[in-house]
């Protein structure tokens, strides 16, 4: 059960989605992704454009309000949890408030939902330079392990200091004060990373493989964490020596350059395409579709990440998700779709013909100018 109230251009409506989830099919500009950008606005408390929340309310109005009443299965009891949020533009007051209550921080509420959301931007991932996978990873992580995003603003906390040392021209004695904490939020950051690859890497590659059909014809993929500073042991010692290493190594250089060069802010996520006996940067070599296909990947390991964190199936938001599929791409993505390892599915696309005819397990809905017709 979704309440809006002046979201966009989605006015005042409610809807009553069907437990397995709804295709909604309507012409450009309609408010297909203003309704996917509501949903998983009780998820983050954000738009997952990047867009302002002021810019979230109606225009010419001062307040939104989004509402979602979910019921998930939690030890074989169906539990309700409603996640209520409010923005006014005048006040710039935000609300949010989980089965009534007001959490004390916003952050507390954040991930109650338990949504992904795949949009044609996520080729970014792909294409965009090692910051946005870097970001990837972090986001995956923060949500899903505790202690990862301490450890992350340690470290960001450290490298910015030692950085502002260095380029204020201080003692070297001054400088490296920073290198013990620098190096132990680093190894804990990195360790993190290096797990979360190696625990998921096999997840992804099989999504990738069940929607690009895998074998001599699909081809497969492999993601692999390359560090900054290269590590032989993985045990938190050893990366922490391994760090502190590294700052000692590029002392000179950083002096130079007035800047740390070394650390996990450097780190790459690799994402690469194997064909046969060869292994090629996706970045580099991928077709549109085998980069669609990457984000869409690990997009679903977000979803299977969330599962285990949560036991329950979260909600996939898939937004125009089978532009530049070829027919059985997107027959194999709705294939997935209807296994229960993703709990209610609502996807969108511009034209009937987008969602393959097997879709019919899904009810399809329309949108015209922020209309839902069910
Ligand atoms: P496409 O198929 O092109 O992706 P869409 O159905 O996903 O289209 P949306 O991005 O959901 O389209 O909606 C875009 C429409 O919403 C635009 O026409 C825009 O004018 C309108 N819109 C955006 N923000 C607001 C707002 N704050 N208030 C009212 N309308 C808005
Ligand atoms: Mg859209």
Known sequence: MLKLRLFRNLGDQELSFPPEGVAVIGANAQGKSNLLEAIYYLETFRSFRGARVEHLIAFGEDVFRVAGQMVSDQDGRATPTEVAAAYEGSSRRRKVTIDGMEPERIGDAIGRLGAVIFSPADVGIVNEGPVRRRRFMDVALSLNESGYLAA????????????AALRSGQPEAVVRAWDEPLARSAASVMGSRQRWVSDWRDTYR???????GGGTAGGSATMTYVPKVPVDEWQEDGVYTACRNALDVRWAADLRRRNTSAGPHRDELLLALVDGQSEVE??????????R????????????????????APILLLDDAF????????????????QD????????????SDVPLQGDTLARWGIEKGRICA
């Open 152 to 163: 992350l603003q340690s470290f960001r906390h450290a490298l910015s200091q030692r950085n």
């Open 206 to 212: 099989g999504y990738y493989e069940e929607v690009s």
């Open 282 to 291: 996706v970045r580099e070599f991928g077709s549109g579709g085998q980069r």
């Open 293 to 312: 296909t990457v984000a869409l990947a690990l997009r679903f390991v977000e979803g299977d990440a969330i599962r285990k964190a949560k036991d329950s």
């Open 323 to 338: 532009a530049e599929l070829d027919d059985a791409r997107r027959e194999r993505v709705l294939d997935l779709m209807g």
């Open 341 to 352: 390892r993703f709990g209610q599915v609502i996807l969108t696309a511009p034209k009937q």
